[in-house]
Each structure stands twice: as structure tokens, then as C-alpha cells.
């Protein structure tokens, strides 16, 4: 990570539902933050890389989300869309300290 | 020791005898279930890598070359650890120490063994058949020693009027030969054709410039003085001349191996529904085998052997396999012919016959006890994979008989625009109207990626992968590219990815073992994922909410995104609300409160729906708690798997035709049925007269007012396809609507499938079954009615409980502080 890049304090693990995710609102766009079944968090830029679904309302499964338009599936980690399927949503580094959520932007 | 070196420890060793089509799947489909199980070993007679022995005779008729033609290339082994012996023969088998030994002193140890050794061609035990220029046609050497052949030589006799005969004879020709095919048979493919459709084949063959002699026996083939060929005598004394003789008179299983280490064989190497020998250590698959005393020769079978078998070199232990129906495609450019089944037909079977010689069209229909137990197509088998799949159904075919000879599209049954005739399609036709997927590239794909079943199709071109309206004529077209290889989509079908399990598997085990969470079905079931997929998950949430109503807790997180927040979502990542409004029935103060609505959060469109509703279209996701808070309107489910809405028109209050209260009776039922989850959306109405303005013949439930009662129709569908709705009992009260129309609502929660509506679902097990349990039996119609009731009882209005507080979070975002 880059010295201009910053750790942001976003919320408590808890306050997103486990399997589920909350958005961060940002002017360059949103950032979805997910919180997965091991409570591990993982953030992406809230854009399908296929039609601009908001995957930040799909259904999260194991590391993986699928998109709510078209069910397009991303991996959380990588932000990469499952073979067949080609392309990449953006990911940010994020990290849980003392159960709060820490989001770089 | 790290992990990776603990592992390979432990691993078992699996050798594989035969490096063809069906020893190659039955890895691949292994590797897909449990890739870190066997170290593998693959030993293959030919010096080449698995190739598509199918498509030799697009090579030796020179529209493909061997390169096109190869699956898995020798890199794709190394990048699976495969150990690959090419071009060595396993010699012996040594089942007490467990290993092979190749001819040239290779040898591999084993924990489990699988043979896939597949056929050899039968030589006629003639004089001369040893002769050089004597080939049959098996494999790439074959084809390479008749392409060379045809350089030099200049007549070549086929013996064999077979599916294999008949693709050399053209491809000799095309490569400038003169050819003539001996056969014993009075007519050709006599085994795939009936002795009409065989003799406009040769008639179509005889045009292309090959010779037919038929009805002859072969005594000898002659020596020319230096060891090659010179021609063939046969038994009325008559000689040909010929510089090349191919022999393609049939195949046997090559069982040398195994008889030699002393498997149990009979024609093949017999094997069980597991695809097990009688050395439990040992597996068998594709033309090598005998299951249930037959031999398969052609690829289809293969392929379901190669699945079922995987299924238990990974120990997995379900799957059985239970023998195939085969189907036939003569891989001759420009020649059309499919044939299944019984199609000779005989005692007790019917024949409906369209011929049209002249046209060079000949179709035969065989029926026995109203269903389709034979067909043989010539000239046009656009409908070959839909006749293939009624026989394999093996459903009643008795209220298609009258269109049943014309096809598909007749019955209106081939996808949006009634077209079926795949094979005539131009390349550049849209076949996926959702995803705007043409013809060409599905074709490209299809041949590029190697892909055999639907299910690939649909992910590699997303063809048939939204509203799924056009898989029939994606399935065609998928069997007109790859013909016999092609695997027909299996009727029960795997959930999703994540398990083997069918939909049936799932709800029988949730009702059965009383499991009321995910984590418990996952658990019992065996699942491959920690915790599914968005394709599963949901439809276990439905069974078991719908199977143990108030004990199954429902889970959010396993439903899509609309049912989540109880609105749609638009392609923006906006969302729509739709209020309540029974019946279509509104007030003054309700629209007055739906305009403030719109006006208050700057809603971009207020459209009417056509279930007589308002549609708010563009709400945020912040703003939906407090649009449903203002509205103070109850949810209108239009977002869900669940009832939607009861569509009326005004009835007997207002209209003058009217014989009933229609709107009433539609008001009742959305409040009866408020809040119901099931398979797929419902959809009702109710019309207070024949005139039917309600237009109930294409609702789930529909509901026509007569002046002596009510008359039910059900299964009706206006949506991707348009169902009309089929009538199911008359009753006499509004109480009885309620009953009956209740009890199959019930029946369809219960029994259908997720995301099957109810027209899917009465296909699957018949309308008299309906009538039997809702409208025959009075005690299981009110049993089901009661427990329909049940379930609903007391079940919260969704928008009421998020404006109280629940799962609020969600709804907001998280804003950064500057």
C-alpha cells in the first residue's frame, strides 16, 4: 500500500449482518463492505464489472457474491468474476482491528 | 511436513487403462468432484492424447483437421498431475500386487483400477483380410492410412453399410476415389433405418457418385501377386476391383485385458449399475463394458457411464447408472437422417407415416399404448431431439397425436418464436433473445470449448440462461453440432453445483429428518460448499419454511435481493414499490397518499401495473422504510416468490353481464392468501362472467363466474411462454373457491419444485393427480386447505415489521467522515 492511502475507521463487524454487506458511500463510487460466514470482511468497488449491478445487494456464499442483476460471480478476495464469466471489480484493502472494520480508500 | 506433503501421502493411486473418450471423461468428471484424491496414471495404445474419435470422419471427408479434433491436449494432463503413458500397451494385469505392466516394462501400482479399453473392429474371417491395403476404420491412423491411400489408389470397396461405413465411403469419395459399398443387409444403416429411409439414403449417396451393392457376402478379398489388394469375390462368384478395402462391419469389446487377468466377461467386461467389476478394486467403462448384457458403441452412453463411475472412484457412493436409449445421426455432410428407439415398430405398435420421397422427406412415428416408442427421420430432423426426448420421458403423447408428425413448433412448444428448425438457421439468427445470442456463436463456442450438455452451453454462452425460454432450441442446436456425443439434460437434475442432490432429494430429507436450517440440510446432505450458493440457498430457505412453517426460522441472507428488502431492483440498483391494493380496488385517500409519496421523494415514474396496481418506480434504497411508512399501506409482494396479486374486474355490483361478485371474491382471496411464499410467483384472478375481461385462462389460479357457480381453471401462465390454464372443477360457493383454490395452492407449495410455476408443476405429475387430491378426495382437499391455513396464520406484513426496526441497518449506508 502506498503512503497516500489510509486506513478508515467504517463500523463495527457486528453491524453487518453475517453473509450480508453494507455500502460506503463514496463520490468515486460506492464501496460494498461484506462480512462472510467466518467473519472475514472483504470490500470491492460496489460495481459489477459485467452491467454495473450494485453487488453490494447480492447473496454472499463461501468468499463469493453473485451479482443481483445477472448472476455474475465474484470472487470477494480478487474481485475476479468466476470462469466462464471474464472481468474484475476493483478491491480494497480492508481489516478488522479489535472487531472494528478498517476500509483503505 | 508441510500440508501439501502430508496429503500426497495419503493419496491413492488410480491407473487408467485406455486414453479415449470414455476413460478421459470419467477423470475429468473425477477431478471435478474430488481433485485431490488419486494420484492418477494413464496408460493409451495410440501415441496421441484423448481425441474425438467421433470426428475422424469430418477429417477424412477433409472439413476438419486432426488438431481440431484432439479434447484434451498433452499439456492438460501435466497441468492435473497426470502421469500420461502414450503409445505403450498394458500387457498384464496383476490384481493380487495390484499394478499393470506395459509391454515395454512400464509399470504402475494401483488402489483403484479403471479400463477403459474400449472396441476393436471385427475382421470378416475371409481369405486375404490380412492382405496390405486391408484397413478398418478405428482410429487417426486409420483415417491417415485411407487419406493416404486415396492419393495413390483409385478404387476402394467398403464392406459394411453401417453408420461407420458410410462416413468412409463419403469421405473417400470426397477425396476423389471411386468407392462401392458392399453390405449384407437388403438396405443400408438396416439396424438405424427402416427399409424406406434406408433407400433414400442410398438414393442421396448414389447421387454423391458411390456404388451400393447390396445383399451381397464377401468370400475373398484377392491378392494382386505382391501382398496388396486387388479386389473382392464374392460368394455368387462375382469380383470387383479394388485397390483399398475397408472393413467396417461392426466393433466388439476389447475384453483381451481383462479375460486375461481373469475379470468376469461376457461379450464385455461385466460390470454393475456402479460401474464396478467383479474386483471390486477395479472400474470399467465405455464400449469395453457389458452392463445389464449390452455393449454401447456409441458415445452418449459413455458419457453417463463416465459420470456415474466418478461419482464412486470418489467415494461419493450415489448414482446409478441404468443403461441408456440411443439415438443415431449419420455424420455425412448435407444427408440428414435420426433415428430411436423401435423404430421398425411390429405387433401391438402403430406407425404414423409422412413420406415424400420426391421431396426427399420420410418420417416415421412408432406409438405403443399412446406413448412414442420409436422414430426414424429422413430428410428433416429439425425435431429429432424433441421426438428423442418424449420417447426417453416416455409421457403420454395421446393429446399431441393429431399435430405430434409436424413437430414442435405445431405445438407451439419451441421458445419465443416458434422457431425449431435449428439446423436451418443462419448463423448470424438471434437464438437467445434475453442475451442476444446468435447462432454462430453458440455453434463457435460449442466446438471451440468442446461442450457436450445444456448446462455448459448455458454458462460459456449464456444462451438459455435468463428466462430459459429458448433451451429447447439451444438443445437442438447443441445436437446438431455434436450428434451423438450429445447428452440429453438429465430429468433429475443436481440443485446446483454444490451437491448431486435433486430438488425432490432436498425436501424429501428436510421433511423426513425434520432439519429446519440451512446449516443442518448442508450438514446431512453432505454439501460440497460451507454454505451453498445464491442457486441453493434460497430454494432450501422455501422448503424449509413451506415444510415446517413457524419452526424454520427464514433466513435473510438466502433470499435475492427483492425479497431481502421486499422491493425489485432496477438495473440502476434503484428499487420499485408496489402497495397493496386488493382485488385492485383503491381509495381516495390511498391515491392521495401515493401522490404524496411520489411527489415528497421525487419518484421519476408512477406507472400502473397490469395486476391493477401502482407501481413507484426509482425509490432509493435509503428512503424504502420511510416511503412504506408514509404510504402506511400493506406490502404488495411484487417482489417475491410468493403471491403477487388477484387480478378482478368489477363483476355483478356494477356491470350489467356480470352473474357474480367478482371483485369481492377476489378481495377475499388476496386476503386468505397474504404474505404466502411458494415455489415461484402466483398469480390469480377472478372474472365475473365467461366474458372473462379478468383474463383468468392465463393465471395460476383462475376463477370465471358462471350464473351457477364458479368454474376453476388452473396452471395458466401469461408470462415467458403463454399457458392457458386448464379447467379443474366447478364449484358452487364463494367458500368452496376458497377451499378448492386454496388446496391446490397448498399442493403446488408443497410438492412443486423452487422456482418451477405452477404450470411446470402440473406438467411434472399430470392434472389428474390435481384432480385426484384437490377435487376427488374431500378429506385430502380439506387437509390441504387447513394446512395451507396454518402456515399463513399470523404472518407479519414485511414492510410493518422493517418500519418497526427490523434489520434497519441494511437500509443505510455508511457515510465517511471528511
Redesign the interface.
Known sequence: MTDSQHW?H??ALT?I????S?????ASG?VA?FRT??DQVFALLDRCPH?G??LS??????H?V?C????W?IDLASGEARA?DQGCARHFPVKLEQGMVLLA? | MDMAELQGKTRQKLVVVGNGMAGIRTVEELLGLAPEMYDITVFGAEPHPNYNRILLSPVLAGEQDFKDIILNSVEWYAEHGITLHMGKNVATIDRVRRKVIAEDGTEAAYDRLLLATGSTPFILPVPGKALDGVISYRDIRDTELMMDAAKTKRQAVVIGGGLLGLEAANGLKLRGMEVTVVHLGDWLLDRQLDDVAGDLLRRALEERGIGFLLGKQTAAILDDGQGGVAGVRFSDGEVLDAQLVVMAVGIRPNTALAESCGLYCERGIVVSDALQTYDPRVYAVGECVSHRGVAYGLVAPLFEQAKVCANHLAQLGIGRYQGSVLSTKLKVTGIDLFSAGDFMGGEGMEDIVLSDPAGGVYKKLVLKDDKLAGVCLYGDTADGAWYFKLLREGRSVAELRDTLMFGESTIGDAGVQGQSKAASMKDSDEVCGCNGVCKGSIVKTIKDKGLFTLDEVK??TKAA??CGSCSGLVEQILMSVVGTDFQETPKTKAVCGCTERSHGEVRKAIREQHLLTHAEVFHFLEWR??????TC??AINYYLLSSWPHEAVDD???????ER?HAN?Q?D?TFSVIPQMKGGVTTASELRRIADVADKYQVPMVKVTGGQRIDLLGVKKEDLVNVWQDLGMQSGHAYGKSIRTVKTCVGSEFCRFGTQNSTQMGIDLETMLANMWSPHKVKLAVSGCPRNCAEAGIKDVGVIAVDSGWELYVGGNGGIKTEVAQFLCKVKTAEEVKEYSGAFLQLYREEAYYLDRSVHYIARVGLEYIKAKVVADAATRQALYQRLLFSLQGLPDPWAARIAGS?K??FI????QA
Do not use: M, W, Y
Open positions: 478508515v467504517i463500523c453491524d449482518p453475517p453473509q450480508g453494507r455500502v460506503v458511500e463514496r460506492n463492505v460466514h467466518d452491467k449491478g450494485p445487494q447480492g447473496i454472499v456464499h463461501g463469493g453473485t443481483p442483476l445477472h448472476s460471480q466462464p480508500l | 454458462k460459456h440462461s435468463s460448499t460451507p454454505n451453498g450458493c445464491a440457498r434460497p435473510p441472507q438466502s433470499r435475492f435481493v427483492n428488502v431492483i438495473k440498483g434489520q441497518n441494511e449506508p455508511i457515510k465517511l
